[in-house]
């Protein structure tokens, strides 16, 4: 079956631009993360949606981020007046639940912020 | 405070020589500990799920164990095809809804032919 999938895969943009990512996570999966993986760093968490809502957004670095997910499926993470300091890749994963179950990672954006 | 500790950082080995990458954790209760495989540009690939000390479970080259501590992750016989970096996520079974995993900064392994 088809597994997670992350749109854009690559994405320049110019400080202060604002920028959307999505993600597609896997049919049925009720759980989707967020992180963000800077380069030679660990995977930072951002945010999880059980279904369309969102217990833990204690990962967000500011209010510059958001994310919402429509319809138990599809995810986008905005980031407004992006900084250089944004840049990095980021990372959608899904889990048929949240306890005790694995993620499943899509490929990732790329996004640089110039 | 819930830790996760991977070592070594990186680990370079020949084709065929075995070896162990070790995950420490302290939580205050373990729900899961989970290994992935992570290749340059790519997104971690899940590869194990381990729930209580004891438990082992193997695939192909790659054997993972958990004791009440730590867990590791043997390889034995390595191919090329195995460097990558390998991560250790675990979740805590603390009240709420704190679902998130802790991570380790993983274990850079590379294979020489």
């Known amino acids: 079956g088809a597994g997670v999938s992350q749109s854009p895969s690559n994405k320049v943009t110019e400080k202060g631009k604002d920028v959307e990512l999505r993600c597609d996570p896997i049919s049925g999966h009720t759980a989707l993360y967020w992180y963000r993986q800077s380069l030679g760093q660990g995977l930072e968490f951002l945010i999880y949606?059980?279904?369309?809502?969102?217990?833990?957004k204690s990962g967000l670095p500011s209010d510059r981020f958001s994310a919402e997910r429509t319809g138990g499926s599809v995810s986008t993470l905005t980031i407004q007046r992006t900084q250089q300091e944004d840049s990095a890749v980021y990372l959608c994963a899904s889990s048929p639940t949240t306890v005790g179950t694995e993620q499943y990672f899509g490929p990732g954006t790329r996004l640089t912020v110039t | 405070e819930d830790q996760v500790t991977q070592s070594p950082e990186a680990l370079r080995l020949q084709e065929g020589e075995s070896s162990s990458l070790n995950c420490s954790y302290t939580?205050?209760?373990?729900?899961?500990l989970f290994w992935y495989r992570q290749d340059p540009g790519k997104g971690p690939e899940f590869l194990f799920t381990l729930y209580s000390a004891g438990e082992e479970k193997e695939k192909e080259r790659l054997k993972a164990t958990l004791t009440k501590k730590e867990s590791f992750l043997h390889i034995t016989a390595p191919k090329p095809e195995d460097s990558a970096t390998y991560l250790c996520?675990?979740?805590?079974?603390?009240?709420?809804?704190?679902?998130?995993?802790?991570w380790g900064l993983g274990t850079s392994l590379a294979v020489n032919p």
């Open positions: 949606f059980q279904g369309n809502s969102a217990p833990d």
């Open positions: 939580v205050s209760g373990l729900r899961g």
């Open positions: 996520a675990v979740q805590t079974s603390n009240a709420g809804n704190n679902r998130k995993l802790i």
